[in-house]
């Protein structure tokens, strides 16, 4: 997984370059149904993505492909676009999620750094963090599991 | 529509100001940090003239009459609505009947509430700028009371994620072009101006010095206090028209820099300009903290500009992205 | 907002100073630049300064022009590179300025001299060594001239004060002064617009609004223009 350091600048979306862009632009394409994307700006410079053939093209009420692991009762915390995810706001000083810290529904449980846009990554249910897989600084795709919670017995 | 339900004494609407017209005398308002309602403006779509809520005295606390997008910018003042934290520099959605609660940040000095639409007062010369000495601009030129109702400007349709969304913020995003404390001290860029060579051996002391921020400052301007600073001679300057970020020094020897509601004209000999890139950071500087000057130049002055004008750009540029990438899953 | 708001015409050479000085240029922030006329404060040397700002008007690069007593602060759309360029420009522009008269508006201002505004005037008689009547007299005779507007929002710098009636400004100032006293600093006067702390001293009182920020010209005085003062009663 990329990591990037947000001190070193290069981080406009429009450096076409950039893999995160590249792989945040991939997860929007296959989560809008898209089969390619073509995006031209003023500059002249072009970027096309197209979807490997026979790749299934998850739809956001499909997209639950990965079982958790932790049983059945585990709830796992998805990325909610491609980016790169922190366990902290920047300006905080702790992680929002951390192995047996509980987490009420909605909370929470960290961000994803789209550029210098933040995304919530927030727990559906109320439960316990049982792990937590995501590492603050990974590049994760969309609908990737960040952790997972169960309910609290 | 929002109802304040509850405010501190100097609450005002702000917006980017009201230039042009020091020719008659009229000052140029606008938020103190217009960094942080830039930000919050396109964060709920807003275009960039659109007017917000300055807040520097806590708790603040309104109602959302109807659903709405908004957001909170500049100092982290732990908002939260209907009890939920909400993380700084933030946009969000309220439903009618919610409540926005704002609490003393504790570092900076003001908040900037902005809503989709924006607060919709009459302009005044081209601005919704609440000018309190001219007793125009914003709400009747006065400032915010419990019980006021504020009008909403038509919101341009955005997708405004419903989980809501931020930012990276400016001081952090940008720490390398805004370095930030020099042993405790917030440092400022500024050019020597017109009167700076009068002051002799003590103009090295005024770069030197750290000078604290004395209770007698608002939004016309900062008093600093420290070791007093006098020219060699004293001249008879002339009534000259001034900008915000002028460093002047009255007969006492201790600074003045002159801020958003500042005086149009003024007399008092000038050491120093502030760069307009780092007068958001002055803005969100508080009262009793430490500042020291750092000479610039023209070059360096450009050169901070445009990594903010890049950092907005990016901001800009990016939320409109995420917003339709969110928009498309929905 | 146009600074000229009237027509411009160019005077009688015999009012350009004879003076081939340089102008004072310094920067007072990133985009802001003051020009300061060498020599005196009179009228010549104003009658240059808004020459200079009328030939500053149709520059593409200038956001504001904002006359000054005898000095003139330009803003730049952007920041420049470096302050030579514009520097240059604006000596340039000095320069050539022929001192320009501006046909401006006569304007009338019905004053009560004396009675409860006029804080200061037994102190400008102990100053002076003059009468009232005298005081008074001698400020209503007067024609002056707008030479700036700023400080306060319509507020018109008033040159042509008599120096047998010139005050220095005070070092404390008044803290809750009308508006609408008629007011000397130094070798000024002028009308006070907002009621509030003000370091001018007081001999009388105007009702004349001079500022309606709703109105398309939100200020009644413009530089040129030419004021009397009415003595409309006299309380002493």
């Known amino acids: 997984m990329a990591k990037r350091d947000r001190a070193t600048g290069g981080e406009a979306i429009g450096d076409f370059s950039d893999p995160v862009l590249i792989s945040t632009l991939t997860g929007w394409l296959e989560a809008s149904g898209a089969r390619e994307l073509e995006i031209t700006t003023a500059d002249g410079r072009a970027l096309k993505i197209v979807l490997a053939a026979g790749r299934p093209v998850a739809k956001l009420s499909e997209a639950a492909p990965e079982q958790p692991a932790g049983g059945p009762e585990a709830h796992a915390v998805k990325a909610p676009l491609a980016g790169i995810f922190q366990d902290r706001h920047p300006a905080a000083a702790g992680p929002l999620a951390e192995e047996g810290l509980s987490l009420t529904a909605g909370a929470l449980a960290g961000f994803v750094e789209v550029g210098p846009v933040l995304l919530p990554v927030r727990a559906r249910e109320a439960g316990v963090v049982i792990e937590v897989r995501a590492r603050a600084g990974d590049l994760v795709g969309y609908g990737d599991t960040i952790l997972l919670t169960e309910a609290a017995r | 529509m929002i109802e304040i339900a509850a405010t501190g004494p100097l609450n005002t609407i702000q917006d980017l100001g009201r230039p042009g017209y020091r020719n008659v005398g009229v000052t140029g308002c606008g938020a103190m940090d217009p960094l942080a309602l830039t930000i919050g403006n396109i964060l709920v779509g807003n275009a960039p003239e659109a007017a917000g809520i300055e807040v520097q005295t806590f708790p603040f606390r309104l109602r959302f009459s109807e659903r709405s997008a908004f957001a909170v910018t500049g100092a982290d003042c732990r908002a939260k609505l209907d009890g939920v934290d909400l993380p700084p520099w933030w946009a969000a959605e309220a439903e009618a009947g919610q409540v926005l609660e704002l609490f003393p940040p504790l570092k900076d000095a003001r908040t900037y509430f902005s809503l989709a639409g924006g607060v919709d007062v009459a302009p005044v010369m081209g601005s919704r700028s609440t000018s309190l000495r001219g007793g125009f601009g914003g709400l009747d030129g006065r400032v915010l009371a419990a019980g006021d109702r504020l009008e909403t400007g038509a919101a341009t349709p955005l997708f405004l994620p419903k989980d809501g969304y931020g930012v990276v913020p400016p001081s952090i995003a940008l720490k390398d072009v805004f370095s930030s404390a020099d042993g405790g001290a917030l440092v400022i860029r500024a050019l020597p101006a017109g009167e700076h060579d009068l002051f002799g051996a003590d103009a090295e002391r005024f770069w030197t010095q750290p000078w604290k921020i004395s209770a007698r400052s608002d939004r016309t301007g900062y008093r600093l206090s420290g070791d007093p600073i006098h020219p060699i001679e004293t001249v008879e300057m002339r009534s000259h028209g001034v900008v915000p970020g002028v460093v002047q020094v009255p007969p006492a020897g201790e600074p003045i820099v002159q801020m958003s509601d500042a005086n149009t004209a003024g007399g008092y000999p000038k050491i120093a300009g502030v760069i307009e890139a780092d007068l958001w950071r002055l803005g969100q500087a508080r009262i009793g903290s430490l500042l020291r000057f750092v000479p610039a130049t023209h070059g360096e002055a450009k050169a901070v500009e445009k990594a903010l004008a890049a950092y907005v750009e990016d901001v800009r540029r990016t939320a409109r992205l995420v917003a339709g990438a969110l928009a498309a899953f929905a | ?236």
């Open chain 3, 1 to 236: 907002m146009s600074v000229l708001q009237t027509a411009a015409f160019p005077s009688p050479s015999a009012v350009v100073p004879d003076t081939d000085g340089l102008a004072k240029i310094s920067a007072i922030g990133t985009r802001a630049f003051l020009v300061e006329a060498p020599g005196a404060f009179d009228l010549p040397n104003q009658r240059r300064i808004w020459a200079l700002s009328h030939a500053l008007e149709a520059r593409g690069e200038i956001a504001e022009i904002v006359p000054g007593m005898t000095n003139l602060l330009v803003i730049l759309k952007e920041t420049p590179d470096g302050p030579e360029g514009i520097t240059h420009l604006l000596q340039e522009e000095w320069r050539r300025a022929q001192g320009v008269d501006l046909a401006g508006r006569e304007i009338e201002i019905a004053v009560t001299y004396g009675g409860e505004h006029a804080s200061d005037l037994p102190a400008l008689c102990d100053l002076s060594g003059l009468s009232d009547r005298e005081v008074v007299r001698i400020h209503h005779e007067g024609t002056y001239r707008v030479f700036a507007l700023g400080s306060a929002p319509g507020f018109g710098y008033l040159h042509g004060l008599d120096p047998r009636i010139h005050m220095p400004r005070k070092t404390v100032p008044s803290l809750n002064m009308v508006r609408g006293c008629v007011t000397i600093g130094g070798m000024q006067t002028g009308v006070a617009v907002l009621t509030g702390p003000n370091g001018w001293n007081s001999i009388g009182f105007a009702e004349l609004q001079m500022f309606d920020p709703l109105a398309a010209a939100p200020a009644v005085m413009a530089p040129g223009d030419t004021v009397r003062f009415r003595p409309e009663r006299i309380e002493l």
